[in-house]
């Protein structure tokens, strides 16, 4: 519980980040992909989300960007919110906030977004306090953990299942690690949120 959805004291720990975006009279989720785009994998979520007519937020590494322009692109081009991954995937604590900040500012050159999502949700205050200065700080309220070889497809739905709520920013990977649980559990996630009667929301760019 304490990856699926951060606990309290952390989201203290980083007041400049927005967690969750709560709504009185909808039931809304936001659902947004990290650490693409990648051709092996982001075609084929933006034609799911196309298939259910829904929009989202897709969290970018730069570097990959700069390999697959046409993605950023297409991605934009399907209505879709798009943010600052950083450049080389870097994780705030291994670095200096020097090259933290430097990293990101070439990343946005390629992206050109005002949402920024720490890598691994990870940064030192420090960062965080000058980031706030340029970007909005995008967290999470729940993360699916696609990723992980040791869950399920199923295990992974049933995290959406148990922790998604109401404004909820749901964290999947259009990456090849998370290909596996993320092809079946995206598409199962989606169908189960509808049914509950959610909306889907793409991040504001503003």
Do not use: C
Request: charged share 25%.
């Amino acid at each position: 519980m304490l990856i699926e959805r951060p606990p309290l004291l952390y989201r203290l720990l980083f007041p400049e980040a927005i967690w969750r975006i709560k709504h009185r009279n909808r039931r809304v989720v936001y659902l947004t992909f990290d650490d693409g785009p990648i051709p092996e994998q982001t075609p084929w979520v933006l034609d799911v989300l196309d298939r259910f007519g829904i929009r989202a937020t897709f969290f970018m590494v730069g570097d990959n960007v700069r390999r697959h322009p046409d993605l950023l692109e297409e991605v934009r081009r399907r209505g879709h919110s798009v943010g600052n991954h950083t450049m080389h995937h870097l994780q705030g604590m291994k670095v200096t906030s020097r090259r933290y900040m430097r990293d990101i500012t070439e990343a946005d050159a390629l992206i050109d977004s005002v949402l920024f999502r720490p890598p691994h949700g990870i940064m030192r205050w420090a960062q965080a306090r000058a980031i706030k200065a340029h970007y909005n700080i995008i967290m999470y309220d729940l993360v699916t953990r696609d990723y992980s070889r040791k869950l399920t497809p199923d295990q992974v739905l049933e995290n959406v299942k148990r922790y998604a709520r109401n404004g909820s920013i749901i964290v999947f990977h259009d990456s090849n690690k998370a290909a596996a649980n993320m092809r079946v559990a995206l598409p199962a996630a989606i169908e189960w949120l509808l049914s509950q009667g959610y909306e889907f929301e793409p991040l504001p760019m503003q």
